[in-house]
C-alpha cells in the first residue's frame, strides 16, 4: 500500500489505499466536533461507492480506518462519548469531523 506504483488492477491492499484517502480527503481537525464509529462507516461507505467499489463489513472498516486516523491526526479510538440526545455511549474520535457525502448520482 506504501507503493508509488499504481497497479492496473484491484489489488487486496486497494481498501487500505483508500482508507488512507479517506482520512486525508474526508475528515479534517476541528475542536470540539465528535465523530461516532457509526458515522464515520456511513462516510466511508459513501467514499467507497464515489469510487466505484463494493461497501466493506463494519469489521474490515474497524481494522482499515482507525489506524488511519491515529497516523493522521495522532487520536485513538474512544469509548466514552455521550450522546446527550439519546442518552448512549458510542465510540469515536474528539476532535475531527467529516465532510458529508452525497451518494455517488447525486448533483448539487
Given amino acids: 500500500p506504501d507503493s508509488d506504483n499504481e497497479r492496473q488492477q484491484q489489488g487486496p491492499d486497494i481498501y ?3 482508507a488512507r484517502s479517506f ?3 474526508v475528515l479534517e481537525r476541528q475542536d470540539r466536533e465528535v465523530l461516532t ?3 464515520a462507516y456511513a462516510q466511508f461507505c459513501k467514499f467507497l ?3 466505484n467499489l ?4 463494519r469489521k474490515t472498516f474497524k481494522e482499515l480506518v482507525p489506524p488511519a486516523i491515529e497516523q493522521q491526526f495522532e487520536l485513538g479510538i474512544r469509548n ?7 442518552n448512549k455511549w458510542h465510540c469515536g474520535w474528539k476532535g475531527i469531523r467529516a465532510m458529508v ?3 455517488a448520482g447525486v448533483s448539487d
Avoid at 463494493?54 to 463489513?57: A, D, I, N, R
Fill in 101 to 103: 457525502l452525497e451518494p
Fill in 80 to 86: 466514552d462519548l455521550r450522546d446527550e440526545t439519546e
Fill in 16 to 18: 487500505e489505499r483508500v
Fill in 49 to 51: 461507492e464515489r469510487k
Fill in 23 to 25: 482520512v486525508e480527503q
Fill in 54 to 57: 463494493q461497501p466493506v463489513k
Fill in 37 to 39: 464509529l457509526n458515522d
